[in-house]
């Protein structure tokens, strides 16, 4: 055994015995892996290695801590993970002959020991057996790596994925928002597609929903909210997109569509919308059993007939429903 570990202490011994790299070897392989490695010592901030530097030896850490940094545009050091002792570095640029691919600086006053890249390899050609449990603990390591690699990367998806969908969906609903549908619909317009495909715009709202809140409360309020917007959702065509604007505000967006077919989209809503039975939350003003029924007012508005841009179709949407609540609300009024 080389000189360099037989001064090391009892404890130091453990750690480098049942490192990954060499806890499958054998006394006898281990003894003549153990020759072959140098003690090195780095000062707490000193580098280990640097990226993009050749990489002639790898590493095991007796002791302290390492932090392994890349290095991003304008020279920006970004932190990627800290090595503990037991754990190796530095074996993928001396199999894959690659410059260091992390800069790896010591947190405190550390210890290592290094092994060669030409001792490496001779155990590699001349002894297949040490050098097969050295290659296969490397690549056990790098799977565990890359599945921790794989579910971080799942969960940052997933994370993106929800946040995304919280971005442009309404939380009471699950409609999209305002947010978006204003931003589809300038979109359509941006593309030129409003000059060669009818699209319709209706806006929607509830009648009276206050009344509601007033005699069975707000959470019998909400559960109207979330109803019809089910039943609105249940009578929509494949490709049409449905928003909750605020309160008890919707729009719809109807992609190919002409005044005629926006106006039946629309009476079929609003029938839907009616003919429901939504039950009453128990309160003061509510006996058990009780069910509230709901109205809906109706504007369309088509481009490029009525509009040439989104903000003017939006406006124009808006006036035809204002029309149909001051005609006395519960019907469909077309843009003038």
């Known amino acids: 055994m080389s000189q360099a570990v037989e001064a090391l202490s ?3 011994k453990t750690v480098l015995i049942n490192s990954p790299l060499l806890s499958s070897l054998s006394k006898l392989e281990f003894d003549a892996v153990a020759a072959c490695l140098e003690r090195r010592c780095i000062a707490k901030d000193g ?25 991003q545009p304008g020279e920006i050091q970004r932190w990627m993970f800290t090595i503990t002792p037991g754990d190796f570095l530095g074996e993928m640029s001396i199999i894959s002959n690659d410059p260091r691919s992390a800069t790896i600086i010591a947190e405190v006053d550390s210890e290592l020991m290094a092994l060669k890249d ?11 057996m040490i050098g097969v ?33 919280r971005a442009i969906t309404d939380e009471l609903t699950g409609l999209y928002n305002r947010r978006f549908l204003e931003g589809l619909i ?12 009818n699209i319709a715009l209706l806006m929607m709202d509830l009648d009276k929903v206050h ?8 959470p019998a309020g909400d559960r109207v909210i979330v109803m019809s917007a089910q039943a609105l959702q249940r009578h929509l065509r494949n490709g049409d997109i449905a928003a909750r604007l605020s309160g008890d505000e919707f729009a719809v967006l109807l992609q ?71 005609l006395g609300r ?3 009024e077309i843009a003038d």
Not at 186 to 197: A, L, P
Not at 304 to 315: F, K, N, R, T, V
Request: with cysteine; net charge negative; proline share 4%.
């Open 10 to 12: 009892p404890q130091d």
């Open 47 to 71: 580098t280990v290695f640097s990226e993009g530097e050749p990489g002639k030896e790898l590493f095991i850490l007796l002791s302290g801590e390492l932090n392994a940094y890349v290095t």
């Open 118 to 128: 030409t001792d490496f390899y001779r155990f590699v050609s001349r002894h297949p």
């Open 133 to 165: 449990k050295l290659l296969k603990a490397i690549g056990d390591v790098q799977n565990t790596w890359l599945e921790q690699t794989a579910r971080h990367l799942s969960d940052l998806m997933s994370w993106g994925e929800t946040a995304r969908r």
């Open 186 to 197: 300038k979109n359509r317009f941006g593309q030129g597609i409003v000059q060669m495909r």
């Open 211 to 218: 009344i509601i809140n007033e005699t069975y409360g707000a």
């Open 256 to 326: 190919d569509t002409d005044e005629q077919t926006a106006r039946e989209v629309a009476e079929r809503i609003r029938t839907a919308i009616c003919s429901q039975e939504i039950p009453a939350a128990p309160g003061p003003e509510a006996k058990n059993g009780a069910v509230i029924s709901v109205q809906i007012s109706i504007g369309i508005a088509t481009a490029p007939a009525h509009a040439g841009d989104a903000e003017s179709l939006m406006i124009k949407a808006d006036d035809a429903l204002l029309k149909a609540k001051n």
């Open 330 to 332: 519960n019907r469909v």
